[in-house]
Structure formats: structure tokens, C-alpha cells
């Protein structure tokens, strides 16, 4: 793969839906870092997938996250990954990363990265 074909899937808007594992992320982190680093990872998580440096999460993520407590994240997340463009003039990244929480999984076995529609 090209860099021109690279910069062209990057540049492209897309929604997908993650399940990450938090459990081993925050592995041997103390008990009062444990959530604050869990967002961190979900932020490390969201760059590296979608290749945009700017990633915002939602609200309610956080709220997710820290729902049982600074010690007690839960061991996995359902995440869906947006990337849009950014409508600020002033910032130098043309795209942007949302990070929102995806309500009433009930198990998480089976289940794979999937490409969401935009219209949902």
C-alpha cells in the first residue's frame, strides 16, 4: 500500500464499532489511576484504529467507565469509532475521532469489529 492510498482511507469518513478489552490495558495500574488511565487507553485505542490525533470522547463513555468507581473499570467496553470532519477553520487536523459507548450489550462473546452506516 502506497502512502497516497494510505492518506486516502484515512481521509475518508467511516463509523466501525469496537469491542476493547480494558482488563489487560490497565493491568498492574493502582487503584486510584485505574479509570483515569482506562480513558487514556480508550484515546490511545481510538488513534491508532482511525489515524486521527484528535479524539473526543463522549460523556457518557466516561460515565460508563467510571460507573463502578476509580478501582473497579469494567473489564470490556463496546466503543463505536467515528470519524469526521472537523468544522473548526482554526485546527490543523481536517478529521476527528468520537468515541461514544454502545448501550445494552449483553454478552461479548462473538462479537467482531463491524463498519456502521452513517444514517444509524
Do not use: C
Not at 481521509?11 to 482488563?23: A, F, G, K, M, W
Not at 480508550?42 to 467510571?66: C, Q, S, Y
Amino acid at each position: 500500500m502506497t502512502n497516497d492510498k494510505k492518506r486516502q482511507a484515512i481521509s475518508q469518513v467511516v463509523t466501525r464499532e469496537y469491542t476493547i478489552n480494558l482488563h489487560k490495558r490497565i493491568h498492574g495500574v493502582g487503584f486510584k489511576r485505574r479509570a483515569p488511565r482506562a480513558v487514556k487507553e480508550i484515546k490511545k485505542f481510538a488513534e491508532k484504529m482511525m489515524g486521527t490525533p484528535d479524539v473526543r470522547i463522549d460523556t457518557r463513555l466516561n460515565k460508563h467507565v467510571w460507573h463502578k468507581g476509580v478501582k473497579n473499570v469494567p473489564f470490556r467496553v463496546r466503543v463505536r469509532l467515528a470519524r469526521k470532519r472537523n468544522e473548526d477553520e482554526d485546527s490543523i487536523h481536517k478529521l476527528y475521532t468520537l468515541v461514544t459507548v454502545v448501550e445494552g450489550v449483553e454478552s461479548f462473546k462473538g462479537l467482531t469489529t463491524q463498519n456502521v452506516d452513517v444514517d444509524e
